[in-house]
């Protein structure tokens, strides 16, 4: 084997490489201080004892369930992650009106449903965005995630009729593509309405 070749070998399997070990142990190292600070917040005491113990726990965590990396999965998009906010707050308020005026108007007669959505993504961290941020909005719940079948069953109201069902459906399919678009890699990004298995799958171990 020529020195290039040596020189090439040693240089591929350093430490560190492409985010291996030590950059892997800087996110523990950041998680287990990010825990610590939370102890010590949740006691609202910093005695030797809370400081101490709040250590302790925080390294235990970090040592017995160790988390997976998202880091090379979460692409964040700067412009769609500026428009995100201003959308969350238009619907958050549409939403509310919605939801008062039918109280309002009917009272215990408002109809609601439970409704089966079709995800495009099967990436669970673009599930589990998906699924808070249509949870912020005001008449609608997710109740359950189904992974495997990539599904969300939501609580919406109101419901009153086949229309309206579609809407409120509708509703959470653009949550799922404002998620694409902010966190999505950009095979989806350029095309959210495309279901495939390129995020979580082939196309992000490129």
Do not use: C
């Not at 419901?159 to 949550?175: F, K």
């Amino acid at each position: 084997m020529s020195p290039e070749d040596e020189q090439a070998r040693g240089t591929a399997s350093t430490p560190g490489a492409r985010g291996g070990p030590p950059r892997r142990t800087s996110r523990q190292w950041s998680l287990a201080l990010w825990l610590w600070v939370l102890w010590i917040v949740l006691w609202g005491s910093v005695s030797p004892v809370v400081l101490a113990g709040g250590a302790v726990v925080a390294l235990l965590v970090v040592v017995l369930f160790p988390l997976p990396s998202i880091a090379r999965r979460a692409r964040f998009h700067p412009l769609w992650l500026l428009l995100l906010p201003a959308h969350l707050l238009v619907g958050l308020v549409g939403s509310a009106v919605a939801v008062a005026l039918e109280a309002v108007r009917r009272g215990p007669r408002v109809r609601a449903a439970v409704l089966e959505v079709p995800l495009r993504s099967e990436s669970d961290l673009m599930i589990a965005a998906t699924a808070n941020m249509a949870s912020l909005t005001p008449g609608t719940l997710v109740l359950e995630i189904d992974r495997d079948r990539r599904r969300l069953y939501v609580h919406a109201l109101p419901a009153r009729d086949a229309r309206e069902v579609d809407r409120r459906r509708g509703e959470v399919a653009t949550a799922e593509r404002w998620v694409v678009r902010t966190i999505g890699p950009a095979g989806m990004r350029k095309d959210p309405d495309r279901r495939e298995r390129g995020y979580g799958g082939e196309e992000e171990r490129r």
